[in-house]
């Protein structure tokens, strides 16, 4: 368990708006991860709940916090409480689903996010593992399932060719940068996506140096 975990700070929890670190924190969390994969706020949104999501989310204020992290906002927030209103306001059709049965990736707190807009339909797979701390266990997108093996940070690379192994400029910038403990490539219709199972945290710098070195980068 203690390898899910990349600092104390993780087991602690972040600085956020109450009232629960896993459900509400590791909520927002699992949101704003939604947020980047989507590259922005989805016109529609279906948020589906197992386990303890779906038996405890309204009165942890898991819902509120899904919403906060689609919009972009950050677990201390003073306006992640109003969320779902400020979602409403702004056109962003958001709803929860409460499933029964076991989690599809094996963990009682897991929200699954169906996102789409006229263009693209995108779904994250997410649990909240305590401390605000998530994992991302699957994502759909292009008509391929990623399946990340550990915690974040990931890294998804998606170009419309296939390159030589010494061929692709994103893995020899994290090799020197950001070292990673797995790298796959998923071949769909239209692109390649490659996927990069970081071993520590990257840093605001250099995540911002990477989306500028890079197009199609997404880094979660």
Not at 40 to 55: E, I, L, M, R, W
Not at 122 to 148: D, F, H, T, V
Not at 153 to 169: A, C, F, M, S, T
Not at 170 to 178: D, G, M, P, R, Y
Request: net charge neutral; with cysteine; proline share 6%.
């Amino acid at each position: 368990m203690a390898g899910n975990y990349r600092s104390v700070f993780d087991i602690i929890g972040p600085v956020m708006i109450g009232p629960s670190s896993s459900h509400t924190a590791g909520a927002v969390a699992i949101g704003q991860e939604g947020n980047k994969l989507f590259n922005g706020v989805p016109k529609k949104v279906t948020v589906h709940y197992y386990g303890s999501f779906a038996q405890t989310h309204r009165g942890h204020g898991t819902d509120y916090a899904i919403a906060a992290g689609i919009l972009g906002f950050d677990t201390d927030d003073k306006r992640v409480p109003k969320a779902p209103e400020i979602a409403k306001q702004q056109g962003i059709d958001i709803r929860f689903v409460e499933e029964d049965g076991p989690s599809p990736i094996n963990h009682p707190n897991t929200a699954i996010l169906d996102m789409s807009d006229d263009n693209k339909y995108i779904q994250l797979s997410g649990c909240s593992i305590g401390g605000g701390a998530i994992e991302i266990r699957n994502i759909k997108m292009y008509g391929s399932n990623i399946k990340p093996e550990g915690p974040l940070p990931i890294v998804l690379y998606i170009d419309k060719q296939k390159r030589h192994e010494n061929g692709i400029p994103v893995t020899s910038f994290l090799e020197k940068n950001a070292p990673f403990s797995v790298k796959k490539v998923y071949e769909t219709a239209s692109y390649f996506i490659y996927e990069y199972d970081i071993k520590n945290y990257i840093q605001d710098s250099l995540v911002k140096e990477l989306t500028q070195k890079f197009k199609s980068i997404i880094c979660l």
